[in-house]
């Protein structure tokens, strides 16, 4: 397999059965990343995660103004739910890290704003108002394809001096944001924030649609504060997925308001989301330019579904996989999936299908029974299964993603809009690819996986970062500007760099140089760890 194509699978970072040290040495490996050089020459490196498509800097230094404004002149957009007003906010408050800016700017060149200039004029219209507008649906919502491209430019003079973004769309500008804030930075001579490097030109555009990173709620329960820190993360280093791995067979934290017993599956009466939680966590992600991809991995990993529906499991003494041979189960599928279609608005779901130990199934006598009557084997009932999961989930409106052991062991009869998740190994893309399925060529980009065995708030950011933007760049930043072996230097410098911004964003990112979770090894300056 060619190099440019070891990180557009749909790659776990952790996952059931990897030993976490194995697999973060896997990963180290596959982005060239290696413990602890810094750059001889930091001057010519561009300090931004992930690199731009293509970038330019000079040599002036400006000062940001403690009133930077934001304007929109030029723009189509009317910002109606403030998505850009708000992130600009934010963009502000993350490049003054709660310093006091106390500064004169007397005599100084001083940046006094953005322009944000978005070319589409609204993030979602109904459907009728598409085709007189000449748009179509991905250009304008939040969705799987939308255009994340822009350019910023910030100049060295100018009466005021404006940085100017632009974008198609405002998902695009958000990114754009992001950019500008890494170029900033506290001066604590003049106590003002220093844009270094003017003018900049900056144009950068994914390499990859699919940008995902997964979290697992079902072996430990992630408060709500904790998965929007998640979500905050993810937007510093450009990935826009998040795969949230619900339910399992440990835990069943979620209200499903068609089957109201399922979330007494949960640990506590505490560790569950409500319906609202979880409109909620959509919707944060949603104006930060992250789409939330809601998995329920059947048939197997579904112990806990039971719990509030014992008739789900094969028999009391032999709990799962779900029971094959019973219309409620898919009754009780059809039900997530249709509250899941009020809520999670991304056009795939996630439907797992992996580790489907069948032999409760003909240990069952009333399901082995129904198998005999069916003329099917374990194998046959098992295909049964997730396709007729895959065909309630396109009821409802769903394209979906099931992990390789599909696959592998019926490729030929998954629906053909079906996207392999590849964990296993690999020859798996050339066998998706020579079905007709979508993996890679017919790519739509990479994940890294933090399965939650053994994470929990306490430590989840920390066992995340910084390893997790080392596999963002390989999906944002275009094959020919990666670093090459000969640049390790730099990209560790630009790395550490990146870590220690998370660190003072308050992101608890692990040091570079250690495993996750790793403290630091002894006293040191953040960009040396």
């Not at 957009?77 to 850009?84: F, M, P, R, T, W």
């Not at 374990?378 to 396709?387: G, H, K, M, P, T």
């Not at 893309?429 to 060529?441: F, N």
């Amino acid at each position: 397999m060619a190099a440019s194509a070891t990180i557009v699978l749909l790659l776990p970072l952790l996952h059931r059965g990897m030993a976490s040290a194995m697999v973060l040495r896997l990963l180290l490996l596959m982005v060239v990343v290696v413990s602890c050089a810094v750059a001889a020459d930091e001057g010519s490196v561009v300090e931004v995660w992930p690199m731009p498509a293509t970038a330019s800097k000079g040599g002036q230094t400006l000062h940001v103004s403690r009133e930077l404004k934001m304007t929109a002149e030029g723009s189509k957009y009317a910002d109606g739910k403030a998505i850009l007003k708000d992130a600009f906010q934010r963009m502000v408050t993350l490049i003054e890290l709660d310093h006091v800016i106390n500064g004169s700017t007397q005599g100084l060149p001083v940046l006094a704003g953005v322009n944000v200039v978005v070319h589409l004029p609204a993030d979602e219209v109904k459907p009728d108002e598409l085709e007189p507008a000449g748009l179509t649906d991905c250009e304008l919502m939040l969705n799987f394809g939308v255009d994340e491209s822009y350019n910023l430019s910030v100049p060295a003079t100018g009466n005021p001096i404006y940085a100017q973004i632009e974008a198609q769309t405002v998902f695009g500008a958000l990114h754009a944001l992001e950019t500008f804030s890494q170029l900033c930075n506290f001066d604590f001579t003049s106590r003002l924030i220093e844009l270094q490097s003017a003018p900049w030109t900056i144009t950068d555009v994914p390499r990859f649609p699919y940008r995902g990173l997964l979290i697992d709620t079902s072996r430990h329960y992630l408060p709500v504060p904790v998965i929007k820190s998640v979500i905050d993360s993810m937007t510093y280093s450009k990935l826009n997925v998040l795969h949230w791995h619900i339910v399992d067979e440990q835990s069943f934290p979620l209200e499903i308001p068609s089957y109201p017993k399922l979330w007494n599956g949960a640990y506590s009466y505490s560790e569950r989301y409500t319906m609202d939680d979880t409109i909620d966590i959509v919707q944060y992600a949603e104006r930060r330019g992250v789409n939330v991809l809601a998995e329920i991995d059947v048939p197997g990993h579904a112990l806990s579904w039971g719990v509030g529906y014992p008739s789900l499991w094969p028999s009391a003494t032999c709990k799962e996989p779900l029971d094959v041979s019973s219309e409620s189960t898919f009754q009780v599928i059809n039900g997530i999936l249709s509250d899941f279609s009020k809520v999670f608005k991304f056009k795939f779901v996630h439907l797992g299908g992996d580790e489907v130990n069948t032999s409760c199934w003909t240990s069952t006598p009333r399901v082995k029974a129904w198998l005999a009557q069916h003329g099917m084997k374990e194998s046959d009932a098992y295909r049964y299964f997730v396709l007729r999961a895959q065909k309630i989930a396109k009821s409802h409106g769903y394209e979906v993603i099931n992990w390789e052991e599909t696959f592998n062991n019926f490729g030929d009869k998954l629906d053909r809009r079906t996207v392999v998740h590849n964990w296993l190994g690999g020859g798996v893309a050339e066998k998706v690819v020579a079905a007709g399925l979508r993996c890679i060529k017919l790519v739509l980009g990479g994940e890294v996986c933090m399965w939650g065995e053994h994470i929990d708030a306490s430590d989840i950011q920390q066992t995340i970062w910084p390893r997790a933007a080392a596999a963002a760049e390989r999906l944002w930043t275009p094959f020919e500007k990666l670093s090459k072996e000969w640049e390790i230097a730099a990209l560790s410098a630009r790395l550490a760099r990146f870590r220690c911004l998370l660190n003072h964003r308050g992101i608890a990112a692990g040091p570079v140089t250690g495993y996750g979770r790793s403290a630091p090894a002894e006293p040191s300056s953040c960009i040396k760890q």
